[in-house]
């Protein structure tokens, strides 16, 4: 429960849907993975999952500043 508003509300907002569309992005192509045909494209998969996942690491890091 918060009791004080966030300093900056927008900037949660806009955080809070990153960290809620990258989970679900990651998750459809984690779900890709077993199904990709070639290497290079399973590396592309990973690649792109890893990426999102370092921007999910940088939103929770913010998110918890802006509280």
């Not at 998750?27 to 890709?32: C, D, G, Q």
């Not at 890091?61 to 509280?67: F, G, K, Q, W, Y």
């Amino acid at each position: 429960m918060r009791f004080l508003e966030p300093e900056d509300p927008i900037a949660l907002a806009a955080l809070e849907y990153l960290l809620d569309r990258n989970a679900t992005d990651i998750t459809k192509l984690l779900e890709w993975l077993p199904s990709a045909q070639t290497r290079r494209d399973r590396l592309a998969i990973l690649q792109r999952a890893n990426s999102l996942m370092e921007e999910l690491e940088y939103a929770v890091n913010r998110i918890a500043e802006v509280e």
